[in-house]
């Protein structure tokens, strides 16, 4: 158990539906992060909210919407995705962005497939 | 932009044989370098880390060392036991404008040891 927590654990959805991941942590942390891990590429770092305001959106299209109500909350919501976007959603927490020693800490991700 | 490779996988080993899995980066400055690993079902957790050039970063038997001649990170155990079984990512400290930091992770190796 890191602290971090994700739900769901398995979605499936249309092209056409709209859902929502969710994050949750219990460590105090002040950042969060969405990463977007595909089979055999590298980690994809998709956003990152410091103190609830986004510092980082890394080129994602927008219709993947991040939202982070609060320092121990964020969700990433889903609409008219593509069968691409297959993948499993990591959600993790750090106490701050800018020590370049930070450790993160991972959920346990959404594996999200598109039909 | 810095990057991060990492040998392909899978690797397969027999209990109690010797590991190594490399990396070598790309990096315009001078990076924290880490390996995490990401058991079956799992998010990722920090294994090791190290800060500066000669460094050694261990954990649970495994080891790594910075070396900044051959911009290199390999992970290496002594005797690999059938727990060790998981995919084992690289990675470097960048930093973002505005004074955040981000991992830039490899594309992860597994790891299958058998009985």
């Known amino acids: 158990e890191t602290g971090v927590t994700q739900t769901p654990r398995h979605l499936v959805m249309g092209m056409t539906n709209k859902k929502s991941l969710k994050c949750e942590q219990h460590l105090g942390h002040n950042a969060m992060y969405w990463y977007k891990q595909s089979a055999k590429k590298p980690l994809e770092l998709m956003f990152v909210?410091?103190?609830?305001?986004?510092?980082e959106n890394n080129s994602v299209p927008s219709r993947f919407s991040p939202e982070c109500p609060n320092s121990s909350h964020l969700f990433l919501h889903l609409h008219t995705l593509q069968p691409e976007d297959s993948a499993l959603y990591l959600c993790a927490s750090s106490q701050d962005t800018g020590d370049a020693n930070e450790k993160l800490f991972f959920g346990s991700g959404t594996q999200l497939s598109v039909l | 932009g810095d990057s991060v490779t990492q040998m392909e996988g899978p690797v397969t080993l027999s209990e109690e044989a010797f590991l190594t899995i490399n990396c070598t980066y790309t990096?315009?400055?001078?990076?924290?370098l880490f390996w995490y690993v990401q058991y079956p079902g799992e998010g990722l957790q920090l294994l090791l880390k190290a800060t500066k050039a000669d460094d050694k970063g261990s954990n649970k038997g495994f080891e790594a060392t910075y070396r900044k001649e051959t911009t290199s990170f390999h992970l290496e155990k002594g005797s690999v036991q059938v727990s060790d079984s998981a995919v084992y990512f690289c990675?470097?400290?960048?930093?973002?404008?505005?004074?955040?930091?981000?991992?830039?992770f490899g594309a992860g190796t597994r790891l299958a040891v058998h009985p």
């Open positions: 909210y410091s103190l609830e305001e986004r510092v």
């Open positions: 990096a315009t400055g001078y990076p924290s």
């Open positions: 990675a470097l400290s960048d930093q973002l404008s505005g004074g955040y930091n981000k991992l830039i």
